[in-house]
């Protein structure tokens, strides 16, 4: 019997698992409200995405310094058309390089380094343009041409619209010149036809004159009267 007490009272005496769940439920403190996130890339399409390391040359040191190591995209505008690029950290997603792909952006392959490509831009990651000279460095050769044949292609249509806008530019300025022309044409003819009208006008008042002063001439005299 005094085992069995024992027992009973060894068992009454085991704490409770305090990760017990219980069923009740805890209001939070604080709610959170959920935030749209917004990268500005809404209203462009990716044509290009790949894995790199960006470097920057300084002047000042005269060495290259790395920007960091992520994902640099070709986004194309769904309105305007243009393309930029921008390269964001892998883990900060912090700006590297930010600027567009102008008509006269060259790329150009490292020497010594065929997965390294080297280019000239005015870009804008740290918030205010700089002329910067990159370099680029990818995990394989094809994935390094790939980006110099994308950036060559983009840089070339660029191009073109550019001479397209100079055309349509070019030929707007001849229409608006040809109806202006057409139009002092025109306003001088117009100047040129007034004098003679004036002059019909004219020649009616003159024998008008003439015929007062003959009216005048033929009209007879008075007779004097009788005294």
């Not at 000042?60 to 393309?83: I, S």
């Not at 002329?131 to 110099?148: A, P, Q, Y």
Request: charge should be negative.
């Amino acid at each position: 019997m005094a085992s069995t007490t024992e027992g009973d009272h060894r068992e009454e005496e085991v704490p409770h698992n305090e990760d017990e769940d219980t069923g009740a439920q805890v209001a939070p403190i604080v709610k959170l409200e959920e935030v749209a996130v917004t990268t500005g890339e809404e209203d462009e399409d990716a044509i290009l995405d790949l894995k790199a390391k960006l470097y920057r040359f300084d002047k000042d040191g005269n060495q290259w310094k790395e920007r960091g190591a992520g994902t640099v995209k070709l986004l194309k505008h769904k309105v305007t058309g243009k393309v930029r690029l921008v390269m964001r950290q892998s883990k900060t997603l912090k700006i590297c390089a930010n600027h567009l792909v102008l008509p006269m952006m060259s790329v150009q392959e490292h020497a010594g380094n065929d997965k390294s490509c080297v280019w000239h831009a005015a870009d804008y990651a740290d918030g205010e343009l700089k002329d910067e000279l990159f370099c680029i460095r990818f995990g394989s050769v094809e994935n390094c041409k790939s980006f110099m044949e994308m950036v060559h292609e983009v840089a070339e249509s660029q191009k073109k619209k550019e001479e397209n806008k100079d055309a349509s530019a070019t030929a707007g300025l001849l229409e608006k010149l040809s109806v202006e022309e057409s139009k002092t044409e025109d306003k001088s003819r117009a100047e040129e036809e007034v004098p003679k009208e004036e002059k019909e006008e004219e020649v009616p008042k003159e024998e008008k004159k003439e015929s007062k002063s003959e009216e005048a001439e033929k009209k007879p005299e008075e007779p004097a009267s009788s005294t």
